[in-house]
C-alpha cells in the first residue's frame, strides 16, 4: 500500500540509541530569575469564539506585569512549524502533538504559554495534557465557550460562509464535530464578557494555580 500524506507526517520510533540530557540549571533555577513558574493555557473552543483575542489580551497583561508569556497561535503555526499540514483528522492530530511538545518545551524554560488551537478532539488535548504532567509541568485547558450561534455572527474570516455554501468542507461545527471540554480547569464566555473580564479571568486562574505571585 502506498504511502500517503498524511503518514508521511506522522511521528515515527526510527530514532534510537538517544538519552535526554538534563543541564545543570533547573526549572527551579529559571523560575527565580522569572520570579513566575511556566505553564501551558491551553485555549480550546470553536472557530470565531475569540481564542486568539483572549490570548493577545492575555499577553498583554502579563506583560505589563512583568511576566514572560508567549502566544502560540493555530494560524501562526501552520505558516512554518506545521506548513506540512492539512486539515484531516490525521493531520489535525499530529498538529496539536507538535504544537503539544513546542508549549511543552516554552513551559519547561519557565514561559507562560499560551496555545489558542480549535484542538476539536478531547483524546488529543488529553495527550497535550499528559505530555505536560509527564513533565511535571501544569497545563490548564480553558475552554472558550462561546455559542456557535455568535462565532457565526463574527465569521471574522469569512469561514463559516464558505462552509455553510458547502466551500469548505469538514469544518469544525458544521460538518465535523468539536468535542466539549470533559472537565476544564477554566470555562471563558467571551459572549458575556468583555475581552478585558476574559484576560483577567486568566489571570485569576495563574495566581490561584501558584503559577504567578500576587502582586
Not at 497535550?128 to 509527564?134: G, M, P, T
Request: net charge negative.
Amino acid at each position: 500500500m502506498s504511502e500517503t500524506p498524511a503518514d508521511k507526517n506522522q511521528p515515527t520510533n526510527e530514532s534510537t540509541n538517544i538519552v535526554w540530557h538534563d543541564g545543570e540549571v533547573t526549572r527551579g533555577d529559571r523560575a527565580s530569575v522569572l520570579g513566575h513558574q511556566g505553564c501551558t493555557l491551553w485555549l480550546t473552543g470553536l472557530s470565531g469564539s475569540g481564542k486568539s483575542t483572549v490570548g493577545v489580551a492575555l499577553e498583554q497583561v502579563l506583560n505589563a506585569r512583568g511576566v514572560l508569556s508567549y502566544r502560540l497561535d493555530g494560524d501562526n503555526v501552520r505558516h512554518g512549524l506545521n506548513a506540512n499540514l492539512g486539515f484531516g483528522a490525521d493531520d489535525r492530530k499530529e498538529n496539536i502533538r507538535r504544537i503539544g511538545e513546542v508549549a511543552k518545551l516554552f513551559a519547561d524554560a519557565g514561559v507562560v504559554t499560551i496555545s489558542s488551537f480549535i484542538s476539536p478532539y478531547q483524546a488529543d488535548r488529553d495527550q497535550v495534557r499528559k505530555i505536560h504532567e509527564d513533565a511535571g509541568l501544569k497545563f490548564l485547558e480553558v475552554f472558550i465557550n462561546t455559542p456557535i450561534e455568535i462565532c457565526e455572527q463574527r465569521d471574522p474570516k469569512g469561514l463559516y460562509k464558505k462552509a455553510r455554501a458547502g466551500e469548505i468542507k469538514g469544518f469544525t461545527g458544521i460538518d465535523d464535530p468539536y468535542e466539549l471540554p470533559t472537565n476544564p480547569e477554566i470555562e471563558v464566555k467571551t459572549g458575556e464578557l468583555s475581552i478585558e473580564q476574559c484576560a483577567n479571568q486568566l489571570v485569576d486562574a495563574l495566581l490561584k494555580h501558584g503559577i504567578l505571585k500576587a502582586l
